[in-house]
């Protein structure tokens, strides 16, 4: 029997992400030596006393509320207000199985288009498409940093008629790792206040954040308007756990009831063991926080290495303030590349894997144009565990220690220069 497929969903491709991921360790099992600069999983362990947790609460089997459990949703809410000074009530913060899945429920039942800067997120733009979305890009500038500016939103709001409109923002940023100002943040705020935009604010690298800018999250100009997301797969390295969080603020709380009636007819809960294991996370944050700055401090001298080289070997390359990603352009050698048959970045990273052993993502599948010569670059291919011995336990390494630090990504890096030549 042949299976009729809802086209919203049969039209879907593999997420970019996780497909790179199986193409890369499929090449390396081969025996290919891959340097694998595609996926962004935290390559540290799980901070101690959340593995810990975990071990102690194997024996829960209840189902939990589906809104999370009330400790874990009032740690959450005093967390973030002592970390980011954010207001939001307990009573408002729902635990998902990642923010992902939340954020796609929030899209699902929010009316109105979604606009994204590009770049962005692979999985906005799927999301939007599954839920029939009419789905807004806004091209930023590598001059600003690729940061979404209030005039590039006020514009593309002004053409919309929609009266709701919701912007996902994602700061610190994958894939750039750019990470906004607070006057840009005062600026998009104003703008979003004049459109009536709800924001949702992808913060999951909010403690993923190494530069000289402090992180302040949009919530803090913006209460009004803005759902918070975030969770525990990237500062607590615990992506597999599967455990995420949004916050609504009180001028929003007319979707909790429709979100809690959502979660209880499709997830039902997260597992129960899974958030009694990250209580210690957010409700004695100092037993981890030396443990989640030195990871910042070694992903932010990781982003410095790979910035510093790019510019050398000639590509044109911001650099990460949080995150643990880059995006590069290879736009200098344009003409050289096009003489070898590669005018788009699905052709330039392709032949790069094939010809170099060096996984990226193409740029257009984060929504840059079709000829956009650019490349998403994750930087942690390195023993994480390893590396926390090594690094200097004050995190700071001096430039020196790049290479033996990151072997994998100085041999991409060397790669790449000979490939261009
Ligand atoms: C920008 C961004 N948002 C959200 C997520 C999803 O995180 P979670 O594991 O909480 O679902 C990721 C994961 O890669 C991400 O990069």
Redesign the pocket.
């Known amino acids: 029997m042949q299976p009729i497929i809802n086209s919203q969903i049969s039209n879907l491709k593999e997420s970019a992400t996780l497909f790179i991921n199986q193409l890369a360790l499929k090449l390396r099992s081969e025996g290919q030596d891959i340097c694998h600069l595609g996926f962004?999983e935290s390559p540290f362990p799980v901070p101690e006393p959340m593995q810990a947790a975990l071990r102690e609460n194997a024996w829960r089997k209840q189902y939990i509320s589906g809104l999370g459990l009330a400790e874990l949703r009032q740690a959450v809410a005093v967390f973030c207000k002592n970390e980011f000074g954010y207001n939001y009530s307990f009573e408002n913060i729902f635990i998902g199985p990642?923010?992902?899945?939340l954020?796609f429920q929030l899209v699902y039942l929010l009316e109105g288009p979604l606009i994204v800067p590009a770049p962005s997120?692979v999985s906005y733009g799927p999301q939007a498409k599954i839920r029939s979305k009419t789905f807004i890009t806004i091209t930023t500038d590598i001059k600003n940093g690729y940061r979404l500016q209030a005039e590039e939103l006020d514009k593309t709001c002004s053409g919309l008629e929609s009266p709701q409109k919701i912007l996902i923002l994602?700061n610190p940023s994958?894939p750039t790792g750019s990470v906004h100002t607070p006057d840009e943040l005062r600026a998009l705020a104003e703008v979003c206040r004049k459109h009536g935009v709800i924001v949702i604010s992808?913060e999951?690298y909010a403690l993923t954040n190494f530069g000289e800018i402090p992180f302040e999250g949009i919530a803090r100009y913006y209460p009004e308007g803005t759902i918070t997301t975030s969770?525990v797969?990237k500062a607590f390295s615990a992506?597999g756990w599967?455990l995420?969080f949004a916050m609504i603020p009180d001028e929003l709380s007319e979707i909790k009831r429709p979100l809690s009636a959502f979660v209880s007819e499709t997830f039902s809960c997260v597992s129960a063991p899974i958030q009694y294991a990250v209580l210690p996370g957010f409700k004695n944050y100092e037993s981890v926080r030396k443990h989640v700055e030195l990871c910042s401090a070694i992903h932010g001298a990781a982003g410095k290495f790979l910035q510093q080289r790019f510019v050398e070997i000639g590509l044109n390359c911001p650099e990460p303030q949080g995150a643990f990603y880059l995006f590069p352009d290879f736009e200098n050698f344009k003409d050289m590349l096009s003489s070898r048959g590669i005018s788009s970045s699905q052709e330039l990273s392709k032949r790069i894997l094939e010809e170099t052993g060096v996984a990226l993502l193409p740029g257009a599948d984060f929504y840059m144009p079709d000829d956009f010569l650019g490349v998403r670059v994750a930087s942690v291919d390195y023993d994480g565990a390893q590396l926390m011995q090594n690094f200097p336990q004050s995190g700071k390494a001096s430039p020196e220690m790049y290479t033996s630090l990151f072997p994998k990504l100085a041999d991409a890096c060397e790669r790449l220069e000979k490939w261009l030549q």
């Not at 990642?98 to 899945?101: A, D, L, Q």
């Open positions: 962004g990642g923010s992902k899945e954020i997120w994602n994958n992808d999951i969770g797969s992506g599967r995420g």
